[in-house]
């Protein structure tokens, strides 16, 4: 086995470990929660070796990274998602790779996202991002829509041609009331889930916590958990 291989596979396990024993602590099945690895800024060999090892969701959060990652590893059976500020003009590539799209926050995007899904003969999966930290704007500092947003975003998605409207995803705010108060950050998300599963259903997804607070996503309730630095590292660069 590389250097490589035998760090990332004890890295998935102590990350395999943590999940296992959340579920447990809050009563939840291990099932009901999806690992998705982040491997920005980390090169195509590791997403090969983490596919090898099991894994079967990543997400990218630059399309210019992301883009030749997913080309270089096409034939491996991965579910891509796109978890970061995503411009108009960088939609028609995304489009070209990824399965689920989980930073969806404003309308132009969803136009956007569905002009290219159809004619690309794709159906995209869309989260809604929410900003817990949205100032008056009503837009994150991060990106994500404001709560009072979701109903009349979730729709446009709903009736948009080429998209499936999935649920809701957040980061967890560094300023504002949720400030270091993860665990109630996901609670607030997981309230807005549940009002948005009364009109849709179908979207069910729950997208919440990151290395350092995926204890607190799982025992709110979230079915993805999206995980970077303690499986691949400490990043090299800003990402
Ligand atoms: C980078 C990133 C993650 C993973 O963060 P870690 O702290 O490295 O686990 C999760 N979600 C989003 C949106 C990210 O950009």
Not at 125 to 154: F, K, M
Request: aromatic share 2%.
């Amino acid at each position: 086995m590389t250097d490589r291989k035998y760090e990332l596979t004890a890295n998935l396990a102590k990350v395999e470990e943590r999940i296992a024993a959340a579920c447990a602590a809050a009563g939840r099945k291990r099932e009901e929660v999806t690992l998705i690895v982040v491997t920005k800024t980390y090169p195509a060999s590791d997403v090969r070796i983490l596919s090898g090892l099991g894994v079967r969701h990543v997400a990218e959060n630059r399309d210019q990274d992301a883009a030749p990652k997913a080309a270089e590893c096409a034939d491996l059976p991965l579910n891509w998602h796109f978890v970061g500020q995503l411009q108009t003009n960088k939609v028609r590539s995304v489009v070209g790779y990824a399965d689920v799209v989980q930073s969806v926050d404003r309308s132009r995007l969803v136009d956007a996202l569905s002009r290219e899904a159809v004619r690309a003969g794709r159906e995209v999966g869309c989260l809604l991002q929410v900003a817990l930290d949205a100032g008056a704007s009503g837009r994150g500092e991060r990106g994500g829509v404001a709560p009072g947003g979701i109903e009349e975003l979730a729709a446009l998605v709903a009736g948009a041609p080429g998209l499936r409207l999935d649920g809701l995803m957040t980061v967890a705010p560094l300023t504002g009331e949720y400030a270091g108060r993860q665990r109630m950050a996901f609670e607030r998300l997981m309230d807005l889930s549940t009002d948005l599963r009364r009109t849709h259903p179908a979207a069910n997804m729950v997208s919440a916590g990151m290395s350092a607070d995926l204890e607190e996503a799982v025992a709110a309730g979230a079915t993805h958990v999206r995980v970077g630095t303690a499986v691949l590292g400490v990043r090299p660069r800003l990402g």
